[in-house]
């Protein structure tokens, strides 16, 4: 129940192209979802993160896609650059103390923008 | 954006020593640090949960006397892998929470490599 599925494995995009990038999860307590860019041997970085209370939210060329019903959200990347091909994660937490707001994370998604 | 900081990002060592890795927030006062371990091509997982000034809580699976954990201040946590064997080298990246926001803030990460 805490885990968190995330699709596609790999996924090559043109450049100027939407990448889409999906998470489902099972834990309806969770009310934080955040994506993380990560290149190689760098730590992750925050993206973009969304909570439960809005269906929709757009930063840039970035926006979360929220679905409470389906237990599903999904980043799309739009106008995808070369610069942008990494890996995302998506992850989920829940925001009580007790549970120490503990990210799960989903098994990644690499990305690669040809140009 | 919040700043933290982590230390050395490489490290190589002979088996049977320790390594002591730094995480720092440079910017704000961290309550809670995380420390993860992510092998090549995979997702991140969480290890332990540190917060100031009480013991660490360990993941399942995870050796808490071989992975130390002092969380002695707001800003610094260190993770001192003991004994380390070859079957430890990983990438091992911290994160931080700030104390007034429910979202972590992750480090460059250590790849450790034991010989």
């Known amino acids: 129940q805490q885990q968190v599925k995330q699709s596609p494995q790999s996924l090559i995009v043109q450049k100027g192209g939407i990448s889409i990038i999906n998470c489902a999860y099972e834990?309806?307590?969770?009310?934080?979802f955040p994506w993380y860019q990560q290149f190689p041997g760098k730590g992750p970085a925050l993206l973009i993160a969304?909570?439960?209370?809005?269906s929709e939210k757009k930063e840039g060329r970035f926006t979360i896609s929220f679905n409470k019903s389906a237990k599903q959200f999904s980043l799309h990347i739009m106008d995808s650059q070369p610069g942008d091909s990494a890996t995302y994660f998506c992850?989920?937490?829940?925001?009580?103390?007790?549970?120490?707001?503990?990210?799960?994370f989903g098994a990644g998604t690499i990305l690669r923008v040809k140009s | 954006g919040a700043v933290v900081s982590q230390h050395p990002s490489w490290v190589i060592c002979k088996s049977g020593t320790s390594v002591k890795i730094e995480c720092r927030s440079l910017?704000?006062?961290?309550?809670?640090m995380f420390w993860y371990r992510q092998f090549p091509k995979q997702s991140l997982m969480l290890m332990a949960t540190?917060?100031?000034?009480?013991?660490?809580?360990?993941e399942q699976g995870v050796e808490k006397d071989k992975f130390l954990i002092n969380h002695a201040s707001l800003t610094l946590s260190t993770l001192t892998v003991t004994s380390a064997h070859p079957e430890d080298s990983s990438f091992y990246i911290c994160s931080a929470r700030a104390q007034t926001k429910n979202i972590q803030y992750f480090g460059a990460g250590t790849r450790l490599s034991v010989l």
């Open positions: 969304i909570r439960p209370d809005v």
């Open positions: 992850a989920a937490s829940q925001g009580a103390m007790e549970y120490g707001n503990k990210l799960v």
């Open positions: 540190s917060n100031e000034g009480s013991k660490a809580t360990y």
């Open positions: 834990n309806t307590a969770f009310d934080y």
């Open positions: 910017d704000f006062q961290a309550t809670t």
